[in-house]
């Protein structure tokens, strides 16, 4: 499974970015999620959907704010961020894993190279 992410930049707080993350290789995961790692700080979950019916999982700093969805048609994953805070500046990696459903970065062995989000204040 090879991922690409893209859609990252800089914008004001308040504002709005569309993540893109385009799957190829083997067909599609159970979950595809993304992380996010901001300097000196653990990689962490942000959202998570199930591909086969794009239930979606999210953590309560962004709940409310972000939303996660695929496009079956184009292999492709979205993460459209909406009222950004500074606190939301990191690297975000879309991640993906088939089998159960797991929230912690260790458990998604297919890892796309990262975009940089950066919300200025």
């Known amino acids: 499974v090879q991922l690409q992410a893209s859609g990252g930049g800089l914008v004001q707080a308040g504002g709005s970015l569309r993540l893109s993350c385009a799957v190829s290789?083997?067909?599609?995961?159970?979950?595809m999620g993304w992380f996010r790692q901001a300097p000196g700080k653990e990689r962490e979950f942000v959202a998570i959907?199930?591909?086969?019916?794009?239930?979606?999982y999210y953590a309560d700093s962004v709940k409310g704010r972000f939303t996660i969805s695929r496009d079956n048609a184009k292999n492709t994953v979205y993460l459209q961020m909406d009222s950004l805070k500074p606190e939301d500046t990191a690297v975000y990696y879309c991640?993906?894993?088939?089998?159960?459903?797991?929230?912690?970065?260790?458990?998604?062995?297919?890892w796309g190279q990262g975009t940089l989000v950066t919300v200025s204040s």
């Open positions: 959907v199930r591909w086969n019916d794009n239930s979606a």
């Open positions: 991640a993906a894993r088939y089998g159960l459903y797991y929230d912690r970065p260790r458990y998604y062995p297919y």
């Open positions: 290789g083997r067909t599609v995961s159970s979950y």
